[in-house]
């Protein structure tokens, strides 16, 4: 099994957290963003969406973060299960991890800050206020719904999940970002536990093939 990864994409880190968790064994192939190689010709005929994390799971390539997770969790259901299999934990799980990866993430990463540097001529202090209102959007409602699930050292329940794997790489990178947390105790507290953990520790970006010097 070979994943696409960029050390510093919180889309590739929620992957490689996922496959630690399921004890899957993958050989990691760095793509650098920043030297745009998910453009190169010979990539996007495997990933026609130039972006990382790829999953090449003998032959067959799915991209997308959280459909790569949802066809490990169906293709080796074996515990731990990273989307439950129904009820109300599951919308939960869902839930909080579709408020990171689709309404934060999105509006903060590499090709959107790069466009607001390059073709928006944007300067330093304009685009790290751009990165503070958008992670305090997406992290009000989420201390809220941590609130409600009772969170204290998972999203959801006692064992991580996909929600999980979504919010330490958004946390770091929040906390590279210089955004204040403090007004986010429950947020702080899952990211503190999780990034503990033997699986979270593994796939960290400094743990990285690619990860420079």
Known sequence: M???SFYASSTSYRVRIALHLKGLAFNTLPVNLLAMEQQRPDYLARNPAGAVPLLD???????????????????????PRLIPAGGIERA?????????????????GLRVLRYLKGDMAL???????????????????LEKLLGRTGAERFCVGDAPTLADCCLVPQVLNAQQH?????????????????A???????AAPEQQPDFPG
């Open 123 to 141: 300067d330093d202090a304009t685009r790290q206020r751009w990165y503070e209102a958008w992670i305090d959007q997406g992290f009000r409602p």
């Open 57 to 79: 799971d003998g032959g067959v390539r799915v991209s997308q973060s959280l459909a790569i997770i949802d066809y490990l969790d169906a293709k080796y259901p074996a515990e």
């Open 92 to 108: 939960r799980v869902l839930e909080i991890a579709q408020l990171i990866a689709c309404d934060t993430q999105p509006l903060n």
């Open 196 to 202: 503990g953990l033997a699986a979270f520790q593994r």
């Open 2 to 4: 070979d994943l696409y």
């Open 178 to 194: 210089r955004c204040a947390l403090d007004a986010y105790p429950r947020v702080r507290a899952v990211y503190a536990h999780c």
